[in-house]
């Protein structure tokens, strides 16, 4: 109601006052336009007034404003027209007051008049729209959704009603549209709304204008310029450059060493794109193998790489913004092999010891060759060293088998170590070696062996028994039994004994001991064959001889063949009285069975009837006149002769020779008085007599005999008498040379005179001596055969009492 009323009061007001305009008639009002020049003529108050022109000076017609402000408007005197004397703004005057009045007063004098005078300023549109700054400036997350809304102040204009603003236009753009709304109280909201979402990335800023239009004519307009800053939002994840990293990288590669760098790029700013990385998905060894620059994405090396435990690796790597967007790679790492494991040999199986007699080609042992690297680095070859007599062959795959080359012999080398040496194809190759040892196994492939081929003992004789004559050895390389020797004694005989009866042997040591005492003059040596057997399975064995050569000893004294010694003999010499100094008169001959020295025969006449007539040859027996005869010198001549040996202590034996000196056989009968036991003597004495003559033949008949027997059959040479032999061995080496002449030949071819019935004289019989000497069997045997030849063909001529000596020459 009260509403109602107030607004019926206005319209009342304004009906009232249009009523006084035309009711008051001493007041007049006129409508101008603002801004218009001076001298502008707003109207003729004059005339309007009904007032004479001419008066007016004299009324001294005014126009007063009624609160001493600015006179804006004059009156012309002359014709009383109101004209603008200042500029009149209307804006500056009344503001955005819709209507502007200027009010003076007329004033007139005499009579005094007022009229009150108004004047209606009309706007003009002189004032363009303008916005309170220049620019705006905005700024807007490009997180904004469409349709939001911001508001921009709106632009004002001075003038009024049409001439204000009166609509808005937006500079076409792609992100925002206009929305201009009235308020209640008629302003306007200007509002930008988001057309299209921003995005910071693409477009950071935006830049556009709004311009205001007012309604005058002609049209002004204003324009702001809009800045639009998009703020960043977190809207993008970090970006890898690749989707997947891929490096290949030799295994041991050093530590610290970079891989590769991964790069994510994240379009935000500022924190939002601010880019770390770290390891999302990554196994445990990895972890000690790689390591990640969480600012650079740098992957280094920190842990060993071994491509015999890993080839390759998958790492996802996660790349993160400040505000926790991430994205992730995978990194692949393929690791390549080096030639870095040197390749082994391992011993499979090996047949330790190998027996000597294995033959060649035989398997000995199985080698295995690994290597773990890959490829070439794997390949390899494998040789053995030189001098060796073993070879490898390859066998399956990385196997060889190990076999023997040449045949073996533990005596020379026992003990193998095989170096065998496995090379890979590797640059640079690796290659180990690996060093075996092997053994020969024993097999008694030697026999026994004698340090000598011929063993000599020598041992006196009269030795102890159990006394030891020496000492065999055999060696044998085999090993413990196989090598073992032990000795024995082959079985034989010696002059029909077995040798066991001779000597013994020790079976350990290989010494040799007499089992009795040896006799010289019953053999000088004999031969013993000794066996060394090894105790191997089956036992090997060799054979040596042993010579055992007994050494004399002067256990015999000489024995004199002639004269029968001790006067027993009847025999008697018979110089001529005619013989001369130095003549021969008979000889001594007397052996010794021992020999060399204990032999060697010296002569000496001990006791003489005429001392100074004979002399002896002190080593050939020989008696010999001294000087001539004479017809002084008795008949008959007794001469005591002793023989003695060279031995330590020296033996000696003695005879007497009896000597005639005669001319004739007359004197023979003499000789019948001389000691005979024997009634035969005469007989005897016609015998000698009847030999001298034949002698010389029956000698020569017996030497072409023996030379033809004996040189025919190569013999040795011998000592022949009749029955007795003997032996040149029984002669020292120098028993010939001692009368010192070549004439011995002719000079010992001479007779023997015995006695009859001397067949029982006790000379020792050859027989025994040929027996025991050192000549081959068979020599032996022949040189007794044909001594018993002429045994028998002297027994056969019926001379049985003669004996012959003959001493074999001695032809060097
Ligand atoms: C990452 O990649 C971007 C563009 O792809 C490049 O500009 C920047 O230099 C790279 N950063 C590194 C560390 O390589
Ligand atoms: C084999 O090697 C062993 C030990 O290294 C050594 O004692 C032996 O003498 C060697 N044998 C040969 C035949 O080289
Ligand atoms: C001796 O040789 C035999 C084969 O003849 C052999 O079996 C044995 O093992 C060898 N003995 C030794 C101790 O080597
Ligand atoms: C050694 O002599 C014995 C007996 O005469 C004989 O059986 C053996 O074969 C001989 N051994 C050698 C190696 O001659």
Redesign the pocket.
């Known amino acids: 109601m009260e509403h109602k009323g107030s607004s019926a009061s206005r319209l009342l007001y304004v009906f009232s006052c249009l009523l006084m305009a035309q009711s008051a008639s001493g007041d007049i009002s006129y409508s101008i336009s603002e801004e218009m020049k001076p001298g502008f003529v707003v109207g003729n108050l004059a005339k309007d007034l009904g007032l004479d022109a001419n008066q007016l000076v004299a009324r001294k017609v005014r126009i007063d404003t009624e609160d001493n402000s600015k006179p804006y408007c004059g009156i012309n005197l002359r014709t009383g027209e109101l004209i603008v004397k200042e500029r009149i703004d209307r804006e500056e005057l009344c503001s955005e007051t819709a209507s502007c009045i200027l009010k003076f007063e007329l004033m007139l004098e005499n009579p005094l008049q007022l009229h009150r005078v108004t004047v209606q300023i009309q706007d003009i549109n002189d004032n363009s729209p303008f916005f309170p700054k220049d620019e705006i400036k905005l700024e807007i997350r490009e997180s904004a959704d469409k349709g939001a809304r911001f508001r921009v102040n709106e632009a004002h204009d001075t003038d009024i009603g049409q001439n204000a603003v009166q609509s808005y236009a937006l500079q076409t753009n792609e992100y925002f549209t206009l929305a201009v709304n009235s308020n209640t109280d008629g302003r306007r909201n200007v509002e930008l709304v988001l057309d299209k979402e921003l995005d910071r990335e693409q477009q950071n800023e935006v830049v556009f204008s709004i311009t205001a239009t007012d309604g005058g004519i002609p049209q002004r307009s204003g324009t702001v310029a809009i800045h639009v800053t998009v703020l960043d939002a977190n809207d993008n994840a970090p970006e890898f450059s690749q989707g997947v990293y891929r490096v290949s990288i030799p295994e041991n590669s050093p530590v610290d060493a970079v891989l590769l760098t991964v790069n994510a790029t994240d379009k935000d700013e500022g924190l939002n794109g601010k880019v770390s990385y770290e390891f999302s998905r990554l196994s445990k060894k990895a972890k000690s193998t790689f390591s990640l620059n969480s600012d650079t994405g740098e992957i280094k090396v920190i842990g060993p790489i071994d491509f015999e435990k890993d080839s390759k690796y998958e790492i996802i790597v996660e790349a993160k913004d400040g505000y926790g967007l991430s994205t992730d790679t995978k990194v692949i790492i393929d690791i390549t092999d080096v030639n870095d494991n040197a390749p082994i040999i391992l011993l499979k199986s090996l047949n330790n010891p190998i027996p000597e007699n294995a033959a060649p080609g035989t398997e000995v042992g199985i080698v295995n060759v690994q290597d773990r690297d890959s490829e070439n680095n794997r390949k390899v070859r494998c040789n053995i060293q030189q001098g060796v007599p073993f070879k490898l062959v390859p066998s399956v795959k990385n196997y060889y088998t190990l076999v023997t080359t040449a045949e073996l012999d533990r005596e020379l080398?026992s003990?193998?170590?095989i170096t065998m040496t496995v090379t890979d194809e590797g640059s640079p190759p690796l290659s180990s070696s690996k060093?075996l040892?092997l053994s020969v196994a024993d097999v008694n492939d030697n026999p026994p062996e004698f340090v000598r081929k011929l063993y000599t003992a020598h041992i006196k004789e009269n030795n102890k028994p159990g006394s030891s004559l020496c000492s065999v050895s055999a060696r044998d390389p085999d090993w413990r039994q196989n090598g073992t020797v032990t000795y024995s004694l082959l079985p034989g005989e010696i002059n029909g004994a077995p040798v066991s009866s001779l000597v013994s042997v020790n079976g350990d040591t290989g010494t040799i001991h007499a089992a009795r005492a040896f006799d010289y003059e019953q053999f000088k040596s004999f031969n013993i064959q000794v066996m060394a057997r090894d105790n191997g399975s089956p036992p090997l064995s060799s054979n040596v001889s042993v010579n055992v050569i007994i050494t004399d000893e002067n256990d015999n004294s000489p024995q004199i063949l002639y004269p029968s010694p001790e006067g027993n003999s009847l025999v008697t010499e018979i110089l001529p009285k005619t013989a001369l100094a130095h003549s021969l008169v008979s000889k001594v001959i007397a052996v010794d069975a021992d020999s060399g020295q204990n032999a060697w025969l010296s002569y000496q006449i001990i006791k003489s009837s005429d001392s100074g007539l004979f002399t002896i040859g002190v080593y050939s027996g020989e008696i010999r006149t001294q000087r001539d005869i004479s017809e002084s010198d008795a008949m008959k001549q007794n001469l005591i002769v002793s023989v003695k040996d060279n031995g330590q202590p020296a033996l000696s034996a003695t005879c007497t020779v009896h000597l005639l000196i005669s001319d004739n056989m007359a004197d023979l009968p003499e000789l019948k008085g001389m000691p005979n036991g024997e009634g035969s003597s005469k007989l005897t004495t016609y015998l000698i007599i009847a030999l001298v003559s034949v002698s010389t033949f029956f000698l020569t008949f017996i030497i072409i005999i023996l030379a033809v027997r004996f040189c025919h059959r190569r013999k040795p040479r011998l000592l022949f008498d009749g029955t007795v032999a003997i032996p040149s061995a029984y002669l020292p080496p120098n028993y010939a040379d001692v009368d010192g002449v070549g004439t011995l030949h002719s000079t010992y071819n001479y007779d023997a005179y015995l006695t009859t019935g001397s067949r029982t004289s006790d000379f020792k019989f050859a027989r025994s001596y040929n027996e025991g000497t050192l000549l081959a069997d068979h020599t032996l045997r022949k040189s007794s055969l044909s001594v018993n030849d002429h045994h028998d063909l002297l027994d056969n001529t019926e001379l049985s009492q003669v004996r012959c000596v003959l001493y074999h020459t001695f032809s060097t």
């Open positions: 080398q003990e193998y170590n060093t040892q």
